[in-house]
Nanobody
């Protein structure tokens, strides 16, 4: 059974940092691209960052470029999102997603497995 579980969310002041983690289990997940999405209150879920299976290619939303870094450890089957210089507008539930293809995507519908999300709140 495929499972995706996020952790690391919390409350932080503007300018602070958080590191999200996502542990994925299941044979197919280990060979797929992965990504982070987020959903703020009253808004649709949006793309944040994604990475290929090998980790060699990454993509970011313009709003987080230069502040967030996505990485993965395939030995531990874990995805990370290092978030620096956080802003109040980064407040959202952050979701980890995995797909069966090795490439990454910024399209929500192209992911096959999703976690339950972890709350990130940035105070001003």
């Amino acid at each position: 059974q495929v499972q995706v579980v996020e952790s690391g969310g919390g409350l932080v002041q503007a300018g602070g940092s958080l590191r999200l983690s996502c542990v994925a289990s299941g044979r197919t997940i280990r060979s797929g691209g992965m990504g982070w999405f987020r959903q703020a209150p009253g808004k649709e879920r949006e793309f944040v960052a994604a990475i290929t299976w090998s980790g060699g290619f990454t993509g970011y939303a313009d709003s987080v470029k230069g502040r967030f870094t996505i990485s993965r450890d395939n030995v531990k089957n874990t995805l990370f999102l290092q978030m620096n210089n956080l802003k109040p507008e980064d407040t959202a539930v952050y979701y980890c997603a995995s797909r069966n293809k090795v490439s990454y995507s910024d399209i929500e519908g192209e992911y096959d497995y999703w976690g339950q999300g972890t709350q990130v709140t940035v105070s001003s």
